[in-house]
Every structure is written in C-alpha cells, then in structure tokens.
C-alpha cells in the first residue's frame, strides 16, 4: 500500500495526484509535478506551530489543517441521466439541497454488493457532490480492512484484530449495520486509520462492543493527543462512542478479550458539504440484511442520511435458484424499514447492471440468467413504492452493452465489474440526474 498523505516540503506550492498499485489516488505535495502525476490544486502550507508547552491546564485544540483538492474533475459530457423519480416524497426537498451551493450539508449513503465494495463509483460521485457544496467529511468506514475491498478516503494498519463478516462467518454473530466486526485477537491490539489525503479535524462515532472486564481503549491522533474511550454499557452490547480527533488515529486494546469495533462514521467539525458513504459487501445480497442485529438502523443515527441507495441485484441475477417473488418481498421490506426509520430520506433503488456469465454467444455474450427477472422486479417496486430509480443498464447503453463496455476497458473480463474508468462515466450519469 502507497502513502497516501499529502506531505511534502515546507515550500510545496501544488497537490499532486497518481494512481497507486492498489488502485486508490495517491495524493502529494511537490513544488513542481514531475513525471506521472497530475496537478489537483494549488497548496500552501501553514507554518508549523511551536510545540505545545506542556502545563496541567487543558490545552486547546490545535488549528484543523488545510484540507487540500481531492480531484480536479472533467466537465460532465455525454451523460444519459438514467434517473426516474416514481413519486419519492422526500426526493424534492432533498435533491434541492444539491443545488444550493457550498455551505450546505448533504448525506449519501449507498448500501450493496461488490459494485459499492470497490468505492469507484461512490467516489467519483463524492467528489463530484463536493465539488458543488464542499467535503463534509469522510463518511462511514468499515471496522479495519477488509481483504479484497477499498476505501477511497482511509487506509489501514492493523495488529491483533480478526475479521468476522456476515457474509462467510454466517448468522449468530450479533452483527450491526454494515455486516463487519473487527474483534480483539490478542492481550494487545492495535488499528491506525490514515486518510488517504488531508482531511480536516473530524468528529469520530464508532460503534463499540465491550465486556465487562475489558479495559477501555487508548486513541492517539495525529496532533499527539492521547485520550481513552470505552463503552457506556459494558454489557456485550453495540454502543454508538463519539470523540474528535485529528487523523490518523491509532486505537490500542490492552487486556480487553470481549472487546470489538462495529464501524466509523466521520464527518468535519463545524465544516458542512456532502458527505457520500460506501457501505458495500463483496458477493453480498439484500436479504442478508437478516443477518445483522435486530435494530442495527439505530447505527446509522450517526449518518443522519439524506438520500439512502440500494445497489444489490448482481449476485441475485447469478443465482440458479432466484425466486422473483421472494425478492420483491425483501426489498418492499428494506424500503419500509428504512423510512419508517428514517422518514425524511429519500431512496434509491439502483437496478442491477449489464452481467455476463460468459463473453461468449454471440454478440450479447452470455447474460445472467436471473438478470431480467431481477431488474424487472426492481423497477416494479421503485414504482409501487414511489422511490427513485437509476437505470444502470440504460446508463450503459441498454441490453448487450456489456460485450462493448468490456472491448472498451471500461468494464473487466469478468463481464460483471467495471474498470475505474468504467466507474466514473456511470457515477457521471447518475449525478447528472441527482444534480443536473
């Protein structure tokens, strides 16, 4: 893994960006660009402060440190805006929100398979939102790494942590919202959290679970600040535990057996804009959802989300046993738990892209053989529940258009997954409708 932190020398005058070996933006300071990176933005930096001297009066909060440019994007072109509104009550307050400029907040969350996991086409669609009305913040964050997946905003190091998922441990694990704990291993544990680039002072709520004779956890952030945090039940429960901080932080378990970590929500203190959260599962479908805890929405209260995306429907279309009926009942239920939780978000049911079992077959290749069935019962529910839509499908050309986004290199040879270029051009069509 690339360092990823904008830090360079005192007379750097512009943030560079590359892409990494592991596919995520490398961000840096140069005086110059040089060969193989790209100007973002202009920088400058702030003179360093002394060190702080070091009394028992508490001692202020240092000075949040300048968040640079995370992109500078091309201008929207050729988009089909692939966007259909079947009656959302709260899609027109929300959406207007969009066009109001920078100063105002604004909350994405997309929830789904590997197509959210990857956090390409959520990032190309955060930095277009933030573009607009400003970084709000980083948004949800799974519980540390989880092999094969990516976050665009925040890297991993990790010691004496093992990862449960909902997906391949299974049910009987107590899981909250997202489907990932990172459980203590060992008498000692660590977890550092570095932002991919410079991020402003955030307001941290992780959701923890400890016993009640684990000892509380040691948080260092980057400011050298040393504080601890434990839970306020100690009773094998989840609990939401806010503190702020300056990334990275580096969180230490001592002694602390029962001891798990459920997820971060981030969001900069005292500075709005969009905030857009990937909460993905490779190989995940929607009725997992019924492996997580009974009231794991109560660990999105953190999120307040403006605007909640369902993007399921790939693994389902692979399935040799799908029955439509089932599913249409599980995403009724979804978007009825969902706004009776959270009765002012608008919701966005995102069909299932073009997928291929084989590039072979002709000119189409080979479609998932449950892929119609899928899209069929999902643009059905968008309309009998009033919700927004966004036709992937369409967004890519229509039906056989995966054989061409493959011959292109926007999609891979898998006939399922997207390049990051692939990524981009669809996070562009579905912007252009949420914020033309």
């Not at 010691?159 to 000692?188: E, H, K, T």
């Not at 990937?278 to 209260?301: F, P, V, Y």
């Not at 009776?340 to 998932?368: M, Y």
Request: charge should be neutral.
């Amino acid at each position: 893994m690339l360092a990823l932190l904008p830090l360079g020398h005192a007379d750097a005058s512009v943030v560079c960006k590359r892409v990494g070996a592991d596919g995520a933006n490398e961000y840096r300071n140069f005086a110059r660009c040089p060969s193989g990176w790209d100007k973002v933005a202009d920088y400058h930096p702030v003179a360093p402060s002394p060190p702080p001297v070091q009394t028992d009066a508490p001692q202020a909060a240092p000075a949040p440190a300048p968040t640079a440019t995370p992109d500078a994007l091309p201008p929207l072109s050729g988009s089909n805006a692939s966007l259909q509104d079947f009656g959302d009550p709260n899609a027109a307050a929300v959406l207007a929100r969009l066009r109001s400029g920078p100063g105002t907040s604004f909350r994405y969350l997309q929830i789904g398979d590997s197509h959210t996991a990857g956090d390409f086409l959520t990032e190309r669609l955060r930095l277009r939102f933030q573009q607009r009305l400003g970084d709000g913040g980083i948004g949800w964050v799974t519980p540390m790494q989880i092999p094969g997946q990516r976050m665009a905003r925040v890297s991993f190091t990790q010691a004496g942590w093992q990862l449960i998922s909902s997906r391949s441990s299974g049910p009987g694990n107590d899981y909250p919202f997202g489907g990932f704990i990172a459980q203590v291993s060992g008498a000692f544990a660590t977890l550092t959290l570095t932002p991919r680039y410079l991020t402003s002072r955030q307001s941290v709520t992780v959701l923890l679970r400890q016993g009640p004779l684990d000892a509380p956890l040691t948080v260092t952030d980057a400011s050298g600040a040393s504080f601890t945090i434990k839970s306020p039940g100690v009773d094998a429960q989840w609990h939401p535990v806010r503190f702020e901080a300056q990334l990275p932080i580096t969180v230490t378990a001592t002694l602390s057996p029962q001891t798990a970590i459920g997820g971060w929500w981030m969001e900069n203190l005292g500075r709005p804009g969009a905030i857009v959260s990937a909460a993905g599962i490779n190989g995940s479908e929607l009725e997992q959802w019924n492996r997580w805890r009974n009231g794991w929405m109560d660990d999105l209260t953190a999120a307040r989300p403006d605007l909640i995306a369902l993007a399921y429907g790939t693994n389902e279309a692979f399935r040799t046993t799908l029955d439509p009926e089932a599913l249409r009942a599980t995403l009724v239920a979804a978007i009825g738990s969902l706004r009776q939780r959270f009765p002012g978000s608008a919701i966005l049911i995102v069909g299932a892209p073009e997928s291929l079992k084989s590039l072979a077959g002709g000119r189409c290749g080979t479609r998932a053989a449950g892929l119609d069935a899928v899209q069929a019962v999902q643009i059905a529910v968008a309309r009998q529940q009033h919700t927004l839509y966004w036709d992937w499908q369409q967004a890519m050309g229509g039906r056989c258009s995966m054989t061409g986004w493959v011959a292109s290199g926007k999609a891979r040879r898998d006939g399922v997954h997207f390049s990051r270029e692939g990524y981009e051009a669809l996070a562009d069509d579905l912007f252009s409708g949420l914020a033309p």
